[in-house]
């Protein structure tokens, strides 16, 4: 079992910057890709970024492309995502999940563990 935990998030404005933390126990952390998604309200989850379990080659939505940071400490067991410039459009319940031995894919249903969110609310 993994246990995964998110924080940072909250209400804020938007334009500025605001970093999400996911903290994994239960296993070798670096062993798993981790991916960050989000569910807005209404609309169904959907993928943010991902990192493979080799820490290489992030992958990004579209939507966030340029504004977003996945990163990832394995001596902390944390994953990060730092979200800049932001926008009302990214008012939405953020999780971090874990995929052993993944590639940070898009598919949330290669994912085998989730947090239970993180809840981040931009005003414009």
């Known amino acids: 079992q993994v246990q995964l935990v998110e924080s940072g998030g909250g209400l804020v404005q938007a334009g500025g910057s605001l970093r999400l933390s996911c903290a994994a126990s239960?296993?070798?952390?670096?062993?798993?890709?981790m991916g960050w998604f989000r569910q807005p309200p209404g609309s169904e989850r959907e993928f943010v970024a991902g990192?493979?379990?080799?820490?290489?080659?992030?992958k990004y939505a579209d939507s966030v492309k340029g504004r977003f940071t996945i990163s990832r400490d394995n001596a902390k067991s944390t994953v990060y995502l730092q979200i800049n410039s932001r926008r009302h459009e990214d008012t939405a319940v953020y999780y971090c999940?874990?995929?052993?031995w993944g590639k940070g894919s898009r598919l949330s249903r290669l994912y085998d563990y989730w947090g239970q969110g993180t809840r981040v609310t931009v005003s414009s």
């Open positions: 999940a874990a995929d052993m």
């Open positions: 990192m493979s379990w080799t820490g290489d080659s992030p």
């Open positions: 239960g296993r070798t952390f670096s062993n798993y890709a």
